[in-house]
């Protein structure tokens, strides 16, 4: 067993990178990822734990791009924290973000040195100031404060900087990964789009497709296995772990009937350039 989606502090999760091998390790996976948003700061932290507790850290990050369609997100496997194409343009929207939550936190009347502080000094987020706001009083839980206050369209969203799609599928080859799409049926596309627009997808570069993700239906997970076998896509898988930000998710097993093939990572690591 295997999760190749897992977020740490370092950017929207609750829990410290070298946190993410133990609770991996405890799960029975092999392997884990570390998937956090734009960033690759926890990498070596993971790693250092990983090599304690006996399981293999794959190294990664997941990316928003802007499509059509709305968000798109893709994760990016085998990165490693050291310069690169992808690597640089990391950097470079770690910065635009930094502005984006300055704003964020502007509009929402909060303190842009208390996110910091939830956020545990760097890779701030909607989730930090979602418990900001309900340690306020002002939600009743983080759902409610995206809900109420960070949703796309409510007083504190602030449209962030995205990459274009085959930007992103272009750096990450580039920089020796292999790239993801990430929950697809977030596209909110019918069957034959949806089809249509990871069809596209894989002719620039896509490698492979969240098909076994911890919060869809066995039924959704089946639909996609399929789509993905014939487009011709490793169907890959993981939890999408944030800690105490999704507390419905667990490292390895999501909502308890995860199980991602260790043979994932294998089929994966063989796309590589």
Same mark, same amino acid.
């Given at each position: ?8 502090? @370092? ?28 960033? %690759? ?10 090599? =304690? ?22 994760? @990016?496997? $085998? ?13 470079? %929207?770690?910065? @635009? ?48 404060? $995206? ?32 790239? @993801? ?8 596309? !019918? ?11 894989? !002719? %620039? ?43 419905? =998710? ?15 990572? !294998? ?7």
């Amino acid at each position: 067993m295997i999760d190749l989606h897992t977020h740490s502090d @370092v950017s929207d999760g609750s829990d410290p990178p070298e946190q993410i091998p133990v609770l991996a390790a405890a799960a029975g996976c092999r392997a884990v990822a570390l998937t956090d948003h734009d960033r %690759l700061d926890g990498i070596a932290a993971a790693r250092a734990s990983a090599q =304690l507790h006996g399981i293999e850290l794959v190294p990664g990050c997941e990316l928003s791009c802007a499509t059509e369609a709305g968000t798109m997100h893709v994760l @990016v496997y $085998f990165l490693e924290p050291e310069p690169g194409p992808l690597q640089d343009e990391l950097a470079h %929207l770690q910065a @635009v973000r930094d502005v984006r939550n300055r704003a964020m936190c502007q509009r929402l009347g909060l303190s842009y040195d208390d996110l910091l502080t939830e956020a545990g000094g760097s890779g701030a987020g909607r989730p930090h100031a979602a418990a900001l706001l309900v340690r306020e009083g002002r939600a009743g839980s983080v759902q409610d404060a $995206f809900d109420r206050w960070l949703a796309k369209g409510r007083p504190g969203y602030v449209e962030k900087e995205r990459l274009e799609p085959a930007a992103a599928l272009r750096l990450a080859r580039d920089s020796g990964g292999v790239a @993801v799409l990430a929950h697809p049926l977030s596209l909110d596309l !019918d069957p034959a789009a949806l089809e249509a627009a990871v069809a596209e997808l894989r !002719d %620039l570069g896509l490698a492979g497709m969240e098909c076994e993700y911890g919060r869809y239906t066995l039924a959704q997970r089946d639909h996609l296995t399929k789509l993905a076998g014939a487009l011709d896509l490793v169907a890959s898988g993981g939890s999408d772990y944030h800690g105490t930000y999704k507390p419905d =998710l667990a490292i390895g097993v999501g909502r308890g009937d995860l199980d991602v093939s260790d043979e994932v990572l !294998d089929a994966l690591a063989a796309r590589r350039l």
